[in-house]
């Protein structure tokens, strides 16, 4: 009987040794496992970590950057001086403007004004070339009806 109970415990604990050799086999391939991840991700992803660092560390650069720029605007916005001539600026640009319009018209005009001396000045050569030509005309009928003197 003791035979039997020690022969029981034996089977259980032989058993219990065989439980634990697959617990420690599925561990291993667990770890394996595990392990053949990482060294398949982990190059990438420390090379995204350093590029994500080095975004920050630019990021941090580009915003102390802003800041300084945003107290020099603000500074000279709150200068009267500036605020003077911007206004003027302002003020000058309107005029200047203004006056690039009038000059665009008066060349308008001007041009316009060029075209009709032109055209005028034409007409008044064609007037004055037929009044020489009426008056041409009219000699030459007035000595016809003279007529010639004779010829001796």
Known sequence: MMTDIGEAAAAKVQHNINEFDKVIK????????????????????EQIGKELQEILNKQEIL???MQVENQHLTATAEDDECAAMYITVQAYQE???????????IHDRTTKLKKRAIYLQQVKQKQ??????????????EQELIGKPPSI
């Open 95 to 105: 005029k200047l403007s203004r006056i690039k319009r009038e000059m665009a018209l």
């Open 128 to 141: 004055a070339l037929a009044k020489e030509q009426k008056r041409e005309e009219e000699l030459r009928r």
């Open 63 to 65: 915003d102390n950057k």
């Open 26 to 45: 599925v561990s291993v391939d667990v770890d394996n496992l595990a392990q053949g991840l990482l060294d398949t991700y982990k190059p990438p992803l």
